[in-house]
């Protein structure tokens, strides 16, 4: 009996060791489980692994640039400086670990130093500390999806301490995948792969592994995390997103860039023990600050749909993203309004929501200025003639709606003008900076050149200027003229417009150099700003009333005189049309229709130039209004 007793116990022993050995050990999690063995996963998870090409910041603190890398979870887990917080925001331990968020649920959060929604400097720096002897990391998964055969999956998920976009939010996760032929891990290694995805916001762009546009290394995939969000790109370009599949806003991915090597860590589609020390893989709750919309912290990868069906999501990619085009056009571009406007509109949806009565003031007083402004000017009569009449702000509009109407052939030759003068200052500025004509206003790719960079913008300022003086001189020749009852035809009035040029031009030049010298101290912009209004009616005083050389900004410094608000409201209302007409425009043709971008920016631009003659118009009425009220001032 006790023989075989210990012949069972014997056997019983053989098969537990054969199960030991054939089992992943306890807490190890299952790494390469769905896709072969691990050692397999992990040489797969090393060939591929991505060149990350990130956009070099300047100085610290610049938010133009990217300040953070592909770092490792380990920066904040068993971080003292950052603590879990549970379901109603109370503190459930601080350095927090693998374990503590394993044993957490999905409605815990982590909270670091810092307000993500004022950020400031705070978490660049706290970053910076964080990081310091820790290596670049990405996080590697190889899946497959259930019902869907012979397709492998190798995803990388990028793990940032902080997305500084429109959007801002302690923390941040992207990824990239790649797709191979086969079922496991040892056959994907004997094959190319099929497909890359790259995650952009709430989508993504897919594309062949062939693809030209998909650059590689050997076999290693190149990246472009566009800067502050992190959407993953094939090139480094300006990217234009304005739809919940591609985010709203710009994505800039431009160089120069710095490069980053990251190690894969091979990660496991699920965790059954919490003392493993990827334990974190399962935890579904947020990795950040809570807030409200886009702007709360986000969370881990296993809540994503790509974690388990990698390829339903590859599926629903889209082809291509938007290029923002590189190529300047004259006035403000479409794109770079959206850009702009989109990035302020969040500011102001950070600043109201960190305290709504500051923003119910600010509303409250654009409205009672602009409503104030509309119900005390006057609008009638609105007659374009005779040129000299007191006139409203209203009228003033009015009237040089009218004018342009009658006169609309000779206006509109004169923004046509505007157009080839303008991509005269665009081709100046590239050979003062030394680029090439078509990519002035880009970034320049050495520090020998950051003289050049520097003069470019002041010389292209005073062309700028003198391009602005002819258009305004253009309008002002043909209003006099027809105010005299002469013809305000094309020739004629271009022919005077040229003979006048010696009276107006040297003291526009001589203004726009004060301006600048003052503006480009910083402090002297007030300064600027006040001899700017001063300065205003330089060309009509000139045109229309001959003061001729120096005599014309003394005569623009007496019509403002006393009326200097209100002439400095009614120039900022006028410029305001002109500037916002055609990119206003150029943005319902953005959102409605697939015109390429090109196109669009140059449709605005058009707009744009063709509306400058009305501002031109509606500024000589101010200064002949301005005009009469000074000598009503005057003793007779």
């Known amino acids: 009996m006790s023989g075989r007793f210990c012949r069972l116990l014997l056997i019983t022993l053989a098969c537990a060791v054969l199960l030991a050995a054939w089992l992943p050990a306890p807490g190890a999690g299952q790494a390469g489980a769905e896709g072969g063995s691990a050692d397999a996963a992990a040489e797969l998870a090393q060939t591929y692994r991505p060149i990350v090409l990130m956009k070099e910041q300047t100085e610290a603190c610049d938010t133009d640039g990217e300040a953070w890398d592909p770092a490792p979870v380990d920066i904040v887990l068993g971080n003292p400086e950052v603590r879990l917080l549970g379901p109603e925001g109370e503190l459930v331990t601080t350095a927090p670990t693998a374990r503590d968020l394993f044993e957490a649920g999905p409605d815990f959060n982590l909270d670091f130093p810092g307000n993500s929604l004022n950020p400031g400097c705070t978490y660049e720096m706290d970053y910076q500390r964080f990081k310091q002897g820790r290596p670049d990391v990405v996080y590697a998964h190889v899946t497959s999806e259930e019902g869907v055969e012979d397709r492998l999956v190798l995803q990388y998920w990028f793990y940032w301490y902080f997305n500084d976009f429109n959007n801002t939010h302690e923390s941040d996760w992207e990824m990239m995948q790649i797709v191979f032929p086969a079922a496991t891990a040892e056959e994907a290694l004997q094959v190319e792969p099929i497909e890359v995805g790259l995650a952009q916001h709430a989508g993504g762009e897919r594309a062949e592994w062939d693809d030209d546009k998909v650059q590689k290394e050997g076999v290693r995939p190149v990246v472009y995390p566009a800067a502050g969000s992190h959407a993953t790109y094939y090139s480094g370009e300006l990217f234009l997103g304005r739809g919940a599949s591609t985010g709203f806003g710009c994505d800039d991915s431009t160089g120069p860039h710095r490069r980053a090597d990251p190690e894969p860590r091979l990660i496991p589609t699920e965790v059954s023990d919490p003392d493993a020390p990827d334990a974190w893989v399962a935890w579904e709750g947020r990795w950040g600050q809570r807030e409200r919309g886009s702007f709360d912290g986000p969370t881990g990868p296993i809540t994503k749909k790509q974690w388990t069906e990698p390829i339903t999501w590859q599926d629903g990619l889209r082809s291509r993203s938007t290029e923002v085009p590189g190529r300047n056009v004259f006035g403000p571009t479409t794109t770079q309004v959206f850009c702009d406007g989109v990035a302020i509109g969040s500011s102001l949806f950070v600043a109201f929501g960190e305290s709504p009565i500051p923003g119910i003031v ?61 991509l005269l200052v665009v081709a100046f500025q590239g050979v003062v900076s030394g680029l090439e004509p078509w990519q002035a206003g880009e970034q320049a790719g050495g520090d020998e050149e950051t003289f050049s960079l520097a003069l470019a913008p002041i010389a292209g300022g005073l062309m700028t200027a003198i391009a602005a003086a002819i258009v305004n001189a253009v309008a002002a020749t043909t209003m006099r003229e027809a105010d005299g009852g002469r013809p305000a035809t094309v020739l004629p009035v ?111 631009a058009l707009m744009y130039a063709l509306v400058v003659p009305y501002a031109a118009i509606a500024t000589a009425y101010l200064y002949l209004s301005n005009g009469e009220r000074a000598a009503e001032r005057s003793p007779s």
């Open 362 to 422: 600010l509303i409250g007083t654009i409205v009672l200025l602009f409503g104030g402004a509309a119900r005390a000017t006057r609008w009638s009569p609105a007659g374009p003639l005779p040129l000299r009449r007191v006139r409203g702000l209203g009228q003033i509009l009015r009237a040089a709606r009218r004018m342009y109407a009658r006169h609309a052939t000779t206006f509109i030759t004169a923004g046509l003008v505007f157009i080839p003068l303008t």
């Open 494 to 604: 271009l022919r005077e417009t040229l003979r006048a040029v010696r009276c107006f031009v040297p003291p526009v030049l001589g203004a726009t150099a004060v301006i600048t010298a003052l503006v480009l101290t910083i402090v002297g912009i007030p300064v600027a700003i006040w001899l700017l209004v001063r300065w205003l009616f330089i060309t009509p005083a000139a045109i229309i009333d001959g003061r001729c050389g120096w005599d014309a900004p003394r005569r623009s410094v007496d019509v403002v005189r006393r009326r200097w608000f209100r002439t400095a409201w009614a120039a900022a209302v006028i410029n305001l049309i002109a500037i916002a007409t055609g990119p206003l425009l150029a943005l319902v043709l953005l959102f409605v229709t697939e015109i390429p971008l090109i196109a669009i920016n140059m449709f605005g």
